[in-house]
Nanobody
Framework: QVQLVESGGGLVQAGGSLRLSCAAS????????MGWFRQAPGKERGFVAT????????DYANSVKGRFSVFRDNAKNTMYLSMNSLKPEDTAVYYC?????????????????WGQGAQVTVSS
């Protein structure tokens, strides 16, 4: 079993940038494909980005393509989400998640392990 902890959230103005981190412990990080999801108030949790075990395959939600970038450092047991050109509609709680599904998945159903979430607020 793997434990996940997100960090790096906060308040930023529209057009600004943030980088989220997801630190893993408790199990071999590199055996998991990883994902980022987000949930805004009153909405379902939705897919943001995913990355394969080795980091060579990624996918993004259309709403963040060209603005967000996901990457991982298996030596540090950490995944990152770099967010640029942030918009007010990006405001949400961001969750990282781990899956044994390979190579990647965009479905919450394929992820067994979740972090506690990090709040990202983008002001207009």
């Amino acid at each position: 079993q793997v434990q996940l902890v997100e960090s790096g959230g906060g308040l930023v103005q529209a057009g600004g940038s943030l980088r989220l981190s997801c630190a893993a412990s408790g199990h071999t990080f590199s055996i998991y494909s990883m994902g980022w999801f987000r949930q805004a108030p009153g909405k379902e949790r939705g897919f943001v980005a995913t990355i394969s075990r080795s980091g060579d395959v990624t996918d993004y939600a259309n709403s963040v393509k060209g603005r967000f970038s996901v990457f991982r450092d298996n030596a540090k047991n950490t995944m990152y989400l770099s967010m640029n050109s942030l918009k007010p509609e990006d405001t949400a709680v961001y969750y990282c998640a781990a899956s044994i599904f390979s190579p990647i998945s965009t479905s919450t159903r394929d992820y067994a392990y979740w972090g506690q979430g990090a709040q990202v607020t983008v002001s207009s």
